[in-house]
């Protein structure tokens, strides 16, 4: 079946690092991509989307590219704040469009 | 914007107990679902619903029931609590099915069962 791959955290780096979380699939078809954001305390968020090969998702100065030749989809930020730190999961959507989930990666930024 | 609303934000059952989660969106959204999140896996579909009176299961929907009476409202019951169902529980709503829209989630339910 479907299923999405996140790297292990937590993800340690000082404020204005660069960052990339990777983020793997394996899916028939042609799924829509996702990343979402949980703030401590809070429900999980969308961040950003892509719904073909080679789109791009921007948001708050996050970027994922669809590449379908890699089947990835990794999280990049040029740099980080203190207000990043939080835990970020890779979706996708299969052929009935349900989302399936990544374990989720933990992100912490030191100032 | 109230959003998705869940209650209550914490709970402690004992084994055997039962009790109801509650879920109401004010967005006028058809789809409705329920998600379990523990460490290191995510989050996994307990239940789900495209519309007031239709109900699906997800993946993980044993000892879980859901009924959805109105598009506001989506509760979740738990029948007889066991050690297993500990977790945070999620509920979520979009205008349309989770894949086709962005997922609008609550705060979220701490459930500890004894």
């Known amino acids: 079946g479907d299923s999405v791959t996140q790297m292990e955290g937590p993800v340690t780096l000082s404020e204005e690092a660069f960052l990339t979380i990777n983020c793997t699939y394996t899916?028939?078809?042609?799924?829509?991509l996702f990343w979402y954001v949980q703030y401590p305390g809070e429900g999980l968020q969308l961040l950003l989307k892509?719904?073909?090969a080679d789109d791009k998702g921007s948001n708050k100065g996050f970027e994922a590219t669809y590449r379908k030749e890699t089947t990835s989809f990794h999280l990049e930020k040029g740099s980080v704040q203190v207000s990043d730190s939080a835990v970020y999961f890779c979706?996708?959507?299969?052929?009935?469009?349900?989302?399936?989930w990544g374990a989720g990666t933990k992100l912490i930024i030191k100032p | 914007n109230a959003g998705v609303t869940q209650t209550p934000k914490f709970q402690v059952l004992k084994t055997g107990q039962s009790m109801t989660l509650q879920c109401a969106q004010d967005?006028?959204?058809?789809?409705m679902s329920w998600y379990r999140q523990d460490p290191g896996m995510g989050l996994r579909l307990i239940h789900y619903s495209v519309g007031a009176g239709i109900t699906d299961q997800g993946e993980v929907p044993n000892g879980y029931n859901v009924s959805r009476s109105t598009t506001e409202d989506f509760p979740l019951r738990l029948l007889s609590a066991a050690p297993s169902q500990t977790s945070v529980y999620f509920c979520?709503?979009?205008?349309?099915?989770?894949?086709?829209?962005?997922?609008?989630f609550g705060n979220g339910t701490r459930l500890t069962v004894t």
């Open positions: 979706a996708l959507s299969d052929s009935n469009y349900q989302l399936i």
């Open positions: 892509a719904t073909k």
């Open positions: 899916a028939t078809g042609y799924p829509s």
């Open positions: 967005m006028n959204h058809e789809y």
């Open positions: 979520a709503s979009s205008s349309r099915t989770g894949g086709n829209s962005p997922l609008h």
